[in-house]
């Protein structure tokens, strides 16, 4: 099962690395769009040089496949390994291959699709475990070395790439495309890494939470979670129920707590990833999705 996991990784993140070389070269090549990163980094020097980012992205690179050894774990080392090669490649594909794209020099399309190809490769790479190298490998030596967050260490990283982009090649009409492009690729990316899934997580506290846990797990098969409470006004200690539904279970489940007690406290919130009996297990603990 884990060897063909893994072979079931390694696929999606070479597809993943696909997706962003079509959008990279289709999109932000061929319309003078910058990018983040390691990634807009080899942009630069493509634009300074003529040197390929089919190659310059693998050179870039290599130096911190040596730092990534230590810091990323020998799985997600090797995941890196394939995500950053397996772009080159595709990189090396596109560029002598390339599509024209009919878009009518209209920048605001064109970011929208820079964004989105992008935004799916990269949150399919990472989906599974993988990464394109660079700024990664630096934000994880950051946050060792220097107590940096690593959304933050990637985040200025992307900042001075951009910058040192509207210093060298873009115009600033070219910048702000840039940045709608990039801004729209991070959504991409939290929503393919989140899941179109989303449950609702429900915490109830009320008088007859009995009655209540007894009927949602009759009424609508769900399990419920009994904690301890503990009220600051009241000074009590009291029972808290928790409980998670799909989404579109969520009005029937205010129905049957209100239906027992219209007075309870109800807190929902958004669950971006649910795991186990109910969701992705089966009762006999068996996988619902293969």
């Known amino acids: 099962m884990n060897h063909s996991l893994r072979i079931k990784n390694i696929l999606l993140i ?9 959008g990279l070269v289709h999109f932000n090549m061929q319309n003078n769009l910058a990018e983040g990163g390691f990634t807009g980094l080899t942009l630069i020097i493509y634009q300074l040089t003529g040197f390929k980012p089919s190659y310059s992205n693998l050179l870039l690179n290599i130096p911190l496949f040596i730092i990534g050894w230590k810091y990323l774990g020998r799985t997600a080392f090797y995941y890196t390994i394939i995500g ?43 989906r599974y475990g993988g990464t394109t190298g660079g700024v990664d490998i630096i934000a994880r030596f950051a946050n060792r070395y ?3 967050g690593i959304g933050r260490a990637m ?10 982009s509207i210093l060298t090649y873009l115009s600033y009409r070219e910048a702000m495309y840039t940045l709608v492009a990039v801004f729209i690729g991070a959504r991409v990316i939290d929503f393919i890494q989140e899941g179109a899934y989303s449950a609702r997580g429900a915490i109830i506290i009320s008088e007859k939470n009995v ?37 579109n279970e969520l009005f029937r489940l205010k129905n049957v707590i209100t239906s027992i007690d219209p007075h309870a406290f109800v807190s929902v919130s958004e669950v971006h990833d649910v795991l186990g009996e109910g969701f992705t297990l089966d009762e006999n603990k068996n996988p619902l999705h293969s």
């Open 14 to 22: 070479l597809l993943g690395a696909a997706i962003f070389a079509f």
């Open 211 to 247: 009655e209540i846990s007894k009927k949602i797990m009759k009424e609508m098969d769900r399990g419920v979670t009994v904690l301890n409470g503990y009220g600051s006004f009241t000074k009590q200690q009291r029972e808290v129920l928790y409980c998670v539904v799909s989404k």
């Open 155 to 164: 985040f200025m990283f992307d900042a001075m790439v951009i910058g040192l």
């Open 84 to 126: 950053t090669v397996g772009l080159s490649f595709w990189l090396w594909i596109f560029e002598r291959y390339q599509i024209p794209m009919a878009l009518g020099n209209d920048l605001m399309l064109v970011s929208l699709f820079a964004g989105v190809s992008i935004g799916v490769g990269l949150g399919i790479i990472f």
């Open 146 to 148: 220097f107590g940096i």
